[in-house]
């Protein structure tokens, strides 16, 4: 399974970006989708998911302004990201896991997206 992430760009503080993450590869199946960041110096850090029982978090500084979604269940994840402040600046990778069946068996998988940069600056 891989997957190409898009949509990063630069921004005003305050304005608004929409990235995406498309899966594509042969009979698999998605339990977990999620969006991380990383800036220089620092840890990456999970920004939001959605988990394998459907449950959405997001680390505190994103909440109310991110959304993260995934219509139908399909094969792409969005990150809708508002209200964008010069601390969300970083390079924001999508991360999935499951299982493909494309074997004789089931096996679990996971996957990182190539990183798409987000710059927030006026």
């Known amino acids: 399974v891989q997957l190409q992430a898009s949509g990063g760009g630069s921004v005003q503080p305050g304005g608004s970006l929409r990235l995406s993450c498309v899966a594509s590869?042969?009979?698999?199946?998605?339990?977990?989708v999620g969006w991380y960041r990383r800036t220089p110096g620092k840890p990456r850090e999970l920004v939001a998911e959605?988990?394998?029982?459907?449950?959405?978090n997001y680390v505190d500084s994103v909440k109310g302004r991110f959304t993260i979604f995934r219509p139908n269940d399909e094969n792409t994840m969005y990150l809708q990201m508002t209200s964008l402040k010069p601390e969300d600046t970083a390079v924001y990778y999508c991360?999935?896991?499951?299982?493909?069946?494309?074997?004789?068996?089931?096996?679990?998988?996971?996957?990182w997206g190539q990183g798409t940069q987000v710059t927030v600056s006026s």
């Open positions: 991360y999935t896991a499951g299982y493909d069946y494309s074997g004789t068996q089931a096996e679990f998988f996971d996957a």
């Open positions: 590869g042969s009979n698999f199946n998605i339990r977990i």
């Open positions: 959605i988990t394998s029982d459907s449950i959405i």
